[in-house]
């Protein structure tokens, strides 16, 4: 899956991984066109996963 299909799953699914991450909060799951990475960087620091990890996550739901 490229970053464009990640980007538009990750707007479909971003409120079950609220959800499912407590500390995981709206401005974290929030980005803004092309800051998709800094977005998963943020995820990275609140969940402890890799950005590896997230995307094979968003791919897999």
Excluded: A, H, P
């Excluded at 803004?32 to 739901?61: A, H, N």
Aim: glycine residues 10%.
């Amino acid at each position: 899956m490229n970053e464009d299909q990640l980007e538009g799953k990750w707007k479909q699914i971003r409120g079950e991984f609220k959800q499912k991450y407590g500390e995981v909060t709206d401005d974290d799951v929030t980005y803004s066109e092309g800051k998709f990475d800094e977005m998963l960087g943020r995820m990275q620091e609140k969940t402890g996963k890799t950005k590896e990890e997230l995307k094979r996550e968003i791919d897999s739901w």
